[in-house]
């Protein structure tokens, strides 16, 4: 038990020295996650909008399989894209692997999926009571769904959310990719994994109340937009 | 193929009487699980005044306002519109019992409206003006559409009809839940918009809302129309049967 009071002790002092290496970690850990869910949001929202709204063959298909993929191992994406961008693979020649772009693009795949199927539930639910308003106003498709999108903001912060809690949790898919040098690719979950091997089980934990603490505080944050957003009856 | 309702169909010219027809429903069925609740209506509708659609529950009254809003497509049956070869979509405008506005001010909703109309840009600012003015409700412009009360609300689904300017304004029902200060408002801006040479259908089973609006009254009964007779007329002397048994308040079988 003695660890989870040197844990906190841990925490509390590199918390309180601003310690560099530390700001740095959790510096590289934000830029990476956050970049990493606004591409995912950038493509998940329209796809989940048009999957929504959209009548096409294959749509059934696609429901399924994004809907899966919200559980693809970080683990597995992470080795996919290490192929992709190795020497030897078909992306070899941009010389990504190890680099923070490396980590960012490996995490946009594990999100997008997130994003986008719970983006098609949010859209899919508001449709069925916009669809016969918007349809005897004669909207085109394309301004359905930015109307639908636009109409939902609010709710969908919650699709984003869960996106930005897998990207900031998972360790598997930075770990391959990054390689965790430090300076360069180390983040939050992958300083934690190395710190743990190394028997430095206070530290670790440490992080690990941070690396909480923040994710706490990036949640409470956006709730409270979506809660202020609702006060307004918006929502 | 069947000719369906689409905004591509070839529609030709019909005459009827003196006054151009602005649409009519030629033989139109439509049937869901093998119940036709739609059955062969014929009807005709002059370009201008205000057609009140009377009928118990079920008569079919909603779904021909749908069939006329190309929301739905009829299984058989023609409906042809005057003048146009193609009706233009937002000549025809839709208000539904239970206003849906957007999650957004008044003033965004009419805006969206305006802009899906395909109003000019520049146009867009002087008509937002004048359709708050119009529903009254330059007070309540900024407010979140959804937070009104509901005959504030389907004042603002009312206006965002005629911000289409629209050659037939279709009524479902608009006041069936609202108070009688509300449902005068509503029937102020129907009047407007009737005065303003639309077309107006309106389905209501307010009597009193009937007389006062309707310049003609068209009776359904199981999909079918029993009559089509002047609200004068109508509210003395009904000439069909089920008319008569309609307005004595005794059930339609």
Known sequence: ????????????????????????????????????????????????????????????????????LMGLPPVVVGLAVYMMLSA????????????????????????????????????????????????????????????????????????????LGRALAEVGAVMIVGGNINHVTRVMTTAIALETSKGALALALGLGIILVGLSILVNAGLMGLRKSAERLAYA | MPETLSRNSHLSVIESGIEPAAVALQDVVFERQGKALVDGLNLTLSAHGTTVLMGPNGAGKSLTLRIMAGLITPGHGKI????????????????????VLLRRSVRA?????????GVPRSEQGQRLEELLEMGHLKELADRPARVLSGGEQQRVALVRALAARPKLLLLD????????QATAAIEDLIRTAAASGAKVLLVTHD??????????????NHGRVTEVTSAAQFFDAPRSREGRTYLSGHLLF
Request: glycine share 8%.
């Open chain 2, 109 to 117: 909703n009419l805006k969206h409206a305006l802009k899906i109309y």
């Open chain 1, 88 to 163: 030897a693979g078909p992306l070899g020649v941009l010389q990504l692997l190890y680099t923070p772009t490396a980590m960012i693009i490996a995490q946009s795949i594990l999100v997008t999926p997130i994003i986008a199927a719970l983006t098609r539930q949010v859209i899919e639910d508001m449709h069925g009571e916009y669809d016969e308003l918007l349809r005897s106003m004669g909207s085109r498709r394309l301004s359905t769904v930015a109307t639908l999108l636009w109409d939902a903001r609010y709710s969908l912060l919650t699709a984003a959310l869960a996106g």
């Open chain 2, 80 to 99: 042809r519109w005057n003048g146009t070869e193609t009706l233009p979509s937002q000549r025809v405008a839709l208000v539904f019992q239970k206003p």
């Open chain 1, 1 to 68: 038990m003695q660890d989870f009071g040197a844990a906190f002790g841990q925490a509390f002092a590199l918390i309180a020295g601003f310690d560099p290496a530390l700001m740095e970690i959790i510096g590289l850990s934000m830029r990476v996650t956050f970049t990493a869910v606004v591409i995912a949001c950038v493509i998940g929202l329209p796809l989940g909008a048009v999957l929504a709204v959209g009548k096409f063959p294959g749509r059934a298909t696609l429901v399924v399989l994004i809907s899966a």
């Open chain 2, 207 to 220: 009597r009193g809302q009937a007389q006062r609006l309707a310049d003609e009254i068209v009776f359904l």
């Open chain 2, 173 to 180: 029902e608009p006041t069936a839940s609202l108070d009688p």
